[in-house]
Antibody, heavy 121, light 111 residues
Framework: EVRLVESGGGLVQPGGSLRLSCEAF????????MHWVRQAPGEGLAWVSR????????TYADSVKGRFTISRDNVKNTVYLQMSSLIVEDTAVYYC??????????????WGQGTLVTVSS | QTVVTQEPSLTVSPGGTVTLTCASS?????????ANWFQQKPGQAPRALIY???YKHSWTPARFSGSLLGGRAALTLSGVQPEDEAEYYC???????????FGTGTKVTVL
């Protein structure tokens, strides 16, 4: 079965750090751009970051740039999101998302189940 | 910063048709925005429905279709079923910034 499984969420104090992981099962991560998307409680979806298949290109939303770092280990079939200087507004469910980018085509087709990050004192 | 706007809520009768739209603050949405559409039910992760404006996934019911309509991306539900009641989000790729932006979401109620 093809799926993404996130882990690493939890309760952290403002100013703290946390690392999320996303492991892929049933397929090889190395062929895909991988993204993180978050959803604050009762709110809509917000794109956070992306990393190219080889890990050499990363992009961030303005709201997390300079505080979050996305990376990947294709041998471990895992994507990471290192979050630091966390603020209350970072509280959300974080989803790992697979996006296939082809010639004149962008296909979002696989979401993980999400992991909850709560930033609170 | 690009803002992507959707109708906050829409109500449709069972068997009816409803069209949701996705507008960009920077101008007309074209095929180059590669619009994707998702359905999300309470307590669940989003599920992909449409990619690259009008392509369906293998699991997408035939009653869902994507298009461009009047400078916006559009998702049409034809022959609506009670199980289609959900929140729907669009996602656009902004090539100028290489960012992706989600729409504000549309709550579809089937009554």
């Amino acid at each position: 079965e093809v799926r993404l499984v996130e882990s690493g969420g939890g309760l952290v104090q403002p100013g703290g750090s946390l690392r999320l992981s996303c492991e892929a099962f049933g397929f090889t991560l190395s062929g895909y751009w991988m993204h993180w998307v978050r959803q604050a409680p009762g709110e809509g979806l917000a794109w956070v970051s992306r990393v190219r298949s080889d890990g050499k290109i990363t992009t961030y939303a303005d709201s997390v740039k300079g505080r979050f770092t996305i990376s990947r280990d294709n041998v471990k079939n895992t994507v990471y999101l290192q979050m630091s200087s966390l603020i209350v507004e970072d509280t959300a469910v974080y989803y790992c998302v697979r996006i296939d980018v082809g010639t004149d085509m962008v296909t979002v087709d696989l979401w993980g189940q999400g992991t909850l990050v709560t930033v609170s004192s | 910063q690009t803002v992507v706007t959707q109708e906050p809520s829409l109500t449709v009768s069972p068997g009816g048709t409803v069209t949701l739209t996705c507008a960009s603050s920077t101008g007309a949405v074209t095929s180059g925005y590669y619009a994707n559409w998702f359905q999300q039910k309470p307590g669940q992760a989003p599920r992909a429905l449409i990619y690259s404006t009008n392509y369906k996934h293998s699991w997408t019911p035939a009653r869902f279709s994507g298009s461009l309509l009047g400078g916006r991306a559009a998702l049409t539900l034809s022959g609506v079923q009670p199980e289609d009641e959900a929140e729907y989000y669009c996602l656009l790729y902004i090539s100028a910034t290489q960012h992706y932006v989600f729409g504000t979401g549309t709550k579809v109620t089937v009554l």
